[in-house]
């Protein structure tokens, strides 16, 4: 009986260590959907852009004293990282194949042109995109991350966050509209439950656009959202 519970006990522990999650979502200038961050091996962080691409992997420094800090670059990884070889479908020639346990698939040259090339999973993280005969403003964005659904407001909306990230699963993003101050119109009003304030053209000393209450920061339902 002990031999068989040492079994499952070995097997949950090493689901959990190459297992991969949705870790993070960026925003750029307080404002633009700008990237995502999945989390595998444990501590491995690999960070992917708006559209997919991965552009950065390894671990993640952070300030005892800062808890809002964020490193811009992450800490080597010297782990085993594979490429897609000559042989591979031309769609994806030379991409990543692997970081550590986590393996990589794309969408292959006979896809429609919105998603050709483009991340389709990561370990079992499925990935889509808007198709062709989306929206022309939704084509080729990200709609699905693993489990996460997500939205985008449509053309018609208020022209500060027309386009811009809407909802991530059941986390709404809100925005200041059009008629709010010159420095804080289009930037993020509310994650979730968190509110952001942020300084306005009229507070010269304490620079206008800066985040004025919140933490850059925030961990909101599972996922750390990061406002820089």
Do not use: H
């Not at 005892?64 to 000559?86: A, F, I």
């Amino acid at each position: 009986m002990k031999k068989v519970t040492f079994i499952l006990l070995f097997a949950i522990s090493a689901t959990q260590l190459t297992s991969q999650e949705l870790a993070q979502i960026r925003f750029e200038s307080g404002s633009n959907f700008s990237g995502f961050s999945l989390m595998t091996d444990g501590k491995l962080l690999i960070r992917f852009s708006a559209s997919g691409n991965i552009i950065d992997w390894g671990t993640e420094e952070q300030s005892y004293r800062n808890p809002s800090y964020y490193s811009p670059k992450l800490l080597p990884y010297n782990g085993r990282v594979d490429y897609y070889g000559k042989e591979a479908d031309s769609a994806y020639v030379g991409k990543i194949k692997s970081i550590g346990s986590c393996q990589f698939t794309y969408y292959g040259s006979f896809e429609e042109k919105s998603k050709k090339g483009k991340l389709k999973s990561a370990g079992r993280l499925l990935f889509d995109y808007f198709a062709d005969f989306d929206l022309k403003e939704l084509q080729g964005k990200i709609k699905l991350l693993g489990t996460q659904v997500l939205t985008y407001y449509p053309s018609y909306s208020d022209v500060a966050y027309s386009g811009k990230l809407k909802s991530v699963g059941n986390t709404s993003v809100s925005y200041y509209s059009s008629f709010e101050d010159k420095a804080i119109k289009g930037k993020i009003k509310s994650i979730g439950g968190i509110q952001y304030a942020w300084y306005t053209s009229y507070d010269i000393n304490f620079g206008p656009g800066s985040l004025k209450n919140a933490q850059y920061r925030q961990l909101i339902a599972g996922i750390t959202y990061i406002v820089q």
